[in-house]
């Protein structure tokens, strides 16, 4: 399936209303400037707004839907170049191609060196199946994501710094009702146990049909149990800041224009000394805090099911870092 992920004014307000400021941060305070992996999409617009704090990119970019199939990853390459990015461009899913270590046109991939910021900018759902090559359509999502974390570490173990990294993962808030159930009702890590138990009293989730836009509380359970226990085996310690919701670009289907609410989440990971005894998730209360939303251009909180309304002054990530990761900070290395 090619990228359609298509720029709208709240995803706008999300990148430079949460995303730069804890970036830009982090930058300045430690002196520091990120690798990047991700999606990108054609225009580059993220990478451009943080065109100065960018020293490598490692882009992704499948086939386009249009009849010249190439086209997309063709333009991604020319503005790469336009902007001056230094780094590559694999033709493919970042799913296919991080697995079978190839892309399309047979280059090789394998990861060189730590990345620092990862930005997943997926736009469908999390457990959307992706065309293969050869293999008809799979859901390869969850197992990139591990084999992502596997790359990252084995680069850490040769390396030893930088010893962080930003995720940033966008999906859409839609997943079945079946799909979800069968993910929560496997062994999850007792605070994600603790939240599903309440939530699915206070908002009993549907018994079939698709979530689209209501119980968030599920995916963001799920989310936060899957990050967490794939965190574990590379001895990252991490923290979560409070999730973002949206509104992105409606998507065409034979019912006509659906709406696309979407969910973005970003973690700071740390890895964690050959000598310590475990990882930390910050803050301990993270799943029963308030999301945020955007909502006229700003971002403001708003609890869902299960979760606590918290201090009245606005959302910032930086003071959010800050106030839950001071000694956290404290052990960057460049």
Not at 134 to 159: P, S
Not at 267 to 283: A, R
Request: with cysteine; proline share 6%.
């Amino acid at each position: 399936m090619a990228n359609t992920f298509t720029d709208n004014p709240d995803k706008g307000v999300v990148r430079e209303s949460w995303d730069t400021p804890i970036l830009r941060y982090l930058s300045t305070q430690y002196s520091i400037r990120y690798r990047y992996m991700g999606l990108p999409g054609v225009k580059l617009l993220d990478l451009r707004m943080w065109k100065d704090m960018i020293d490598e990119v490692v882009a992704f970019e499948p086939p386009d839907e249009s009849a010249d199939r190439r086209q997309a990853i063709v333009e991604l390459r020319k503005n790469l170049q336009i902007y001056g990015f230094r780094g590559i461009a694999y033709y493919g899913s970042l799913e296919e191609v991080v697995l079978l270590k190839r892309d399309f046109e047979g280059t090789t991939y394998s990861q060189k060196g730590l990345i620092t910021l990862y930005n997943f900018d997926f736009c469908d759902e999390i457990a959307s199946p992706i065309s293969t090559q050869t293999r008809g359509e799979k859901v390869l999502r969850f197992h990139a994501i591990r084999q992502v974390l596997r790359d990252q570490a084995e680069c850490y173990r040769l390396t030893q710094r930088p010893n962080y990294f930003f995720l940033l993962l966008t999906i859409r808030n839609q997943i079945g009702a079946a799909k979800i159930k069968s993910f929560l009702n496997k062994q999850l890590l007792a605070q994600a146990k603790e939240f599903y138990d309440r939530c699915r009293v206070m908002e009993p989730l549907p018994t079939k049909g698709a979530l689209l836009g209501n119980c968030p509380w599920a995916l963001k359970t799920f989310l936060f149990d899957l990050l967490s226990q794939n965190f574990t085996n590379p001895n990252l310690s991490a923290i979560f800041l409070p999730v973002v919701f949206y509104l992105g670009t409606p998507v065409k289907s034979s019912q006509g224009q659906l709406e696309s609410p979407m969910m973005h989440w970003v973690v700071l990971c740390k890895f964690g000394s050959d000598e310590s005894h475990g990882t930390e998730i910050l803050p301990q209360s993270f799943l029963p805090t308030s999301s945020v939303t955007v909502s006229n251009k700003k971002l403001i909180w708003k609890p869902l099911t299960g979760e606590a309304r918290i201090r009245s002054d606005p959302p910032n990530s930086v003071q959010w870092l800050c106030d839950y990761g001071a000694q956290f900070l404290q052990d960057l290395s460049n």
